[in-house]
């Protein structure tokens, strides 16, 4: 099963151990390292194997370079000050401990700064493949090793400055949809074939094959307006995958003032996770035969649920 964050932060059932940690005003909060038992270490360190061995010839060549260059194959959860020492001479990001989803404001804030908030809990053994809220696991195995990329780490950074414009405009939602479907769900086209990029998917063992190797979902040429378009699925696979041609690419469509676009999608419509149209460059089209047979309890996009 994918990543799903349909429990909101502080459900009742949380597994989560530092829902009561004090948080300073940036929401940030001591990790606390020494804290983690050798059953949690233990559990990341089998995350993180079974991840890499389904990974390999899945994802993209950088996130296993970064991942190794950042030394995260070390045993155990990492220490995210150590590692922040690592990442900042490479590409002058930081890796913060948080509780939880922070607000978007925060979290917009945070990037802003090159600095990447990380659920400092592990998830529970119950929970290996079947996340309700981000985790360390996915927050840094997933998340991390493209923040020492340069280039993906500046568009990082310029998401996080676009994020308060889109607040102030009201179109949060197509902002959130941009991070969805390339940060959580992206992949990258290689010479070899296509390649895992996104966060969420490098961190579901299903879904890193599932986006790649099944036949029921649509693979579709990056393209911003249309992602900003694309509802989404918030608990279940992706119905739609959308391919980027490198991250020089996603950075260059990036780097600039989304007003003139906001301003067109404030009168386009919307388009189902599962929909594809006219102008579409589709590389796969799905048949869509695991969406036919799924749960109807699917939960769509909001406001951001990146
Ligand atoms: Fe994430």
Redesign the pocket.
């Known amino acids: 099963m994918s990543i799903a964050f349909k429990e909101r932060p502080g459900s009742a059932d949380s597994k989560n151990r530092y829902l009561h940690a004090p948080r300073h005003a940036d929401f940030t909060i001591d990790q606390d390292w020494a804290s983690y038992s050798a059953v949690e270490h233990d559990r990341w360190d089998r995350l993180f194997k079974r991840s890499q061995a389904i990974l390999r010839g899945r994802a993209c060549d950088d996130f296993f370079a970064m991942t190794n260059k950042l030394k995260l194959s070390d045993s155990g959860i990492p220490d995210m000050e150590k590692l922040s020492d690592r990442l900042e001479k490479i590409s002058g990001w930081r890796v913060v401990p948080v509780v939880e989803l922070v607000p978007d404001e925060v979290f917009f804030n945070h990037l802003a700064n090159r600095r990447f908030p990380a659920g400092a809990f592990i998830r529970p053994e119950e929970e290996m493949d079947y996340l309700k809220e ?1 985790d360390v696991f ?2 840094i195995f ?2 991390v090793p493209l923040l020492a990329n340069p280039v993906y780490a500046d568009f990082m950074q310029a998401y996080g400055k676009g994020g308060r414009r889109a607040m102030q405009l009201g179109r949060l939602q197509n902002l959130a949809r941009l991070y969805w479907y390339t ?2 769900f992206g992949l990258i086209r290689s010479k070899a074939g296509l390649r895992i990029f996104g ?2 998917i490098a961190s579901s063992a299903t879904e890193s094959v599932f986006a790649l190797e099944s036949d029921s979902p649509h693979r579709i040429a990056f393209d911003l307006d249309r992602v900003m378009r694309s509802r989404y699925l918030i608990d279940d696979f992706q119905q739609t995958y959308f391919v980027i041609d490198s991250f020089e690419k996603l950075l260059d469509e990036c780097y600039r003032d989304f007003g003139p676009i906001y301003e067109r999608l404030a009168t386009a419509s919307d388009i189902e996770p599962h929909e594809v149209i006219a102008s579409d460059e589709v590389l796969t089209k799905g048949t869509l035969a695991y969406f036919k047979k799924m749960r109807n309890d699917t939960t769509l996009d909001r406001p951001g649920a ?1």
């Open positions: 981000p996915h927050d997933g998340h940060v959580e966060a969420g990146a």
